[in-house]
């Protein structure tokens, strides 16, 4: 059996979240207060014996900050564990968890298990209001003493109750309602008629934790301090071997005890010492009240105390401590796996979880930590949360969650995979292997990009993935990484591949598709039909895939980036410098130059594309973009794109730096001094916001203006 599911529903920045593993090691990833921590903590609140949360923990901001009043809801977290072998089933806890029967109506449970067997099991804490309390808010229902009856509750009124064999996808809104209530409608549940079938029934956590173990292994964890502590892990080990030792050496090592006692009582300082002691007494209570005492040694002979003075060292040093972080972080998950080894006969599963293990471990250390710890044994299943690329990229992206924030208060949990093979098979009409597994495996270079950034921009070639980061640099002060973009070399028009990853059901971020039409251009020589042919092609099966797909949109060069680039006034004479300084002939140069600058778009067609092929594509992206300046201009469909990608991660912050950057290019001007004092008078947010609105009113042509123009739509 394994940890299939999370559901996390009202838990501090989880209002609905279902997280999915695997069996093997498991990656949380997203950017910082996404709520990776949160997530794991509400996992311990349910399965770590060591993390011992009850009502006396309850805080109102473990509450959902999505919720307007805490008072009412329920908090609850629920864990599905698949696969429950026959083997397992003949431990009674398993009986425990297992439904005794399915509900009459599967539909939502199928697509919520995806398995039609009784393999699975459930076990689920619901943090709600006492019975009392629920059944005199279900009374005042409907009436004006509702919100009276409400605002009475206190935290002490809530109860933790554990169930198993619960079947109900909690994340579901109607579910919800239905064992709750509506409370924004004033209206609750009554607790009389609570369905057994989806709050399932009473179970004693104490009998959970014997057979599932959880450990948790944090960021910026005391392995010196750890280790130290009575259920270290070697005295764990060391408790479960000890009646696999052989009797005759544990009498043999009693025996030396008790001659290594008697040897150091026999000491005579130390006889001495209870000597003294005796006739100090006698000084003082006389011979009648005195107790006649020793002084000995009294090590205790059961193996078992003589364990925690067993521990670690390196073999060619003399002291734990003398290990650096990283290395002691990485023994620390051995003995812990070491442990779980050992005591397997005595649990169903063991779960470990690690907050960001890439803490103090090097970059290749942290590679083949990740790609060691995916062959873990089927009785241990890791689950680790990250912030490391290097661990994103060897990471399997079937066993990923990415958690996402939706807004200030409240994260999703996205999965790349949901529902992929099926689009790989149906839509894509990809044969043999699962859809998810070519994905994975094409990906291993390009996946921290495009799991970590806010948006995408996949792109078809060296050109674009060279030039477009440095344009929007050097025009328009700003990095894609400040705004959150990832640009992606796809080496192909194969855009499909990679961007069906971005949808409703999978990662819920704005992915921009670039790439070229090559449209025929009348009189040019170089242009070709044949490529034209496949550009409106290629326009036509995107439309079809990605046209009802929110997230994912595409922007066209009507020709290539570097004709369409060459086609704007303003970016023709760093291109004649280029000509200038890569070509010897001087009739070359000159007939180069005055096509590119003065001619006809033929003319400009056949020159630029002759010089491009000429230097390389993408020898000649790295020279223009070393020329590149706040005075060129960006295409305007990629400008889109950039617009489309940042869409819904913009930020006035990033607004108002891509202002103060375009501001240098009005020194010049009358009124520069006028805008300057303005934009420095500008505090608040909406005095900025004003001030923007101002400036691509009376600036429309300037690239900052075009842009903030094109966010704003």
Known sequence: MYLKYMQIINFKNSKSSRLEFSKGANTIIGENDSGKSNALTAMRILL?????????????????????????????????????????????????????????????????????????????????????????????????????????????????????????????????????????????????????????????????????????????????????????????????????????????????????????????????????????????????????????????????????????????????????????????????????????????LNIMIIEEPEAHIHTHIQKTLFDNLQIAHSYTQVIMSTHSTHLSEVSDITKVNIMKKENEHISCVMRPINNLDSFGIDVLKHKGLPFSQILSRYLDAKRSVLLFSKGVILVEGDGEEILIPTLVKKVLGVSLDEIGIGLINIGSVAFENVACIFDEERLQRRCAIVTDLDAMVKGAKKSSEKASLLGEARRKKITSLFASNQYVEAFYSEYTLEIDFANIKENREIICEIVNENYKQEVAKETHKKAIQTGTNADRYDSVHTVVNNISKGWYATLLASKISINNVIPEYIIDAIAFASKDIMSVKILWKIISYSLAKHKEQDNYSELTEMFKAAISIEQQLAFIEKYITDYPEEMASIFISKVGK
């Not at 999505?66 to 072998?85: P, R, V």
């Open 48 to 348: 770590d014996d060591s993390y011992y949360y009850n009502q006396k923990r309850l805080k109102e901001s473990d509450f959902s900050y999505a919720l307007d009043e805490w008072k009412g809801h329920w908090i609850i977290i629920s864990a599905f564990f698949d696969e429950i072998t026959e083997e397992d089933k003949s431990n009674e806890f398993c009986a425990e968890i297992i439904p005794e029967k399915d509900k009459e109506n599967l539909d939502f449970l199928k697509s919520f298990i995806r398995c039609e067997d009784k393999n699975y099991g459930t076990i689920t804490l619901f943090i709600r209001p006492n019975k009392t309390k629920r059944k005199a808010l279900f009374e005042a229902s409907g009436t004006e003493e509702f919100d009276s009856v409400r605002s009475q509750i206190k935290l002490c009124d809530y109860e933790f109750f554990y169930a198993s064999r619960t079947q109900a996808d909690f994340t579901d809104e109607e579910t919800y309602k239905l064992i709750v209530g509506d409370l924004s409608s004033k209206k609750y549940a009554d607790p009389d008629a609570d369905d057994s079938s989806i709050l399932g029934t009473k179970i004693e956590i104490m009998n959970v934790w014997q057979h599932i173990s959880m450990v948790y292994i944090d960021a910026l964890r005391d392995v010196e301090g750890e280790l130290r502590k009575p259920k270290n892990p070697i005295r764990q080990v060391i408790d479960c071997i000890e009646g696999e030792i052989a009797i005759s050496d544990i009498d043999d090592i009693k025996d030396k005890i008790r001659q290594l006692n008697s040897k150091i009582s026999n000491i005579p300082q130390i006889y001495n010492v209870g000597e003294c002691i005796n006739n100090k007494l006698l000084e003082m209570i006389g011979i009648v009240y005195s107790p006649d005492i020793k002084l000995e040694s009294r090590l205790k002979e059961d193996f078992s105390t003589l364990a925690k003075y067993l521990t670690i060292i390196p073999s060619n040093q003399t002291d734990i401590e003398q290990l650096g972080l990283g290395h002691l972080n990485i023994l620390y998950m051995a003995m812990k796996l070491v442990e779980f080894e050992t005591n397997r006969n005595r649990e169903l």
